[in-house]
């Protein structure tokens, strides 16, 4: 390859990377929120399945009230029911490989304990 056409590919591949850097970046934000989201259906699923925790309606509301807030409202309806059924997947599956002493389900019922549950004491 000539130099013109070095030069020309390195160009062009440059700022291709900057466009997808810049779309990724966007999408790690997103990420960051669903992660988040995730994150606390999975503690809230973990004291459900190993505390034999059964949540109303009221609790319900305030539970999915301080998650939205969390998230700053980035995700959407359809991606939190998503994320909902990964969790509750992702959390049966650990139960039932590891149990409820597991580490990662000591660190979800751990998440609950700090954050969810004095939303709860009313």
């Known amino acids: 390859m000539s130099?013109?056409?070095l030069r020309w590919s390195a160009t062009l591949t440059a700022t291709a990377m900057g466009v997808l850097g810049l779309l990724h970046s966007h999408g790690r934000a997103d990420d960051a929120f669903e992660a988040t989201y995730l994150r606390y259906q999975r503690a809230i699923h973990?004291?459900?399945?190993?505390?034999?925790r059964d949540f109303g309606t009221?609790?319900?509301t305030r539970l999915a009230s301080y998650i939205e807030g969390k998230v700053?409202?980035?995700?959407?309806?359809d991606k939190r029911l998503t994320l909902i059924e990964r969790a509750r997947l992702e959390v049966d599956q650990l139960v039932e490989q590891r149990g409820c002493d597991s580490a990662e389900i000591s660190a979800l019922l751990g998440v609950f304990?700090?954050?969810?549950?004095?939303?709860?004491a009313e």
């Open 3 to 5: 130099r013109e056409k």
């Open 58 to 60: 009221d609790d319900d």
């Open 113 to 120: 304990q700090a954050e969810l549950a004095p939303l709860l």
């Open 46 to 52: 973990a004291e459900a399945v190993c505390k034999q």
């Open 72 to 77: 700053h409202h980035r995700v959407g309806p």
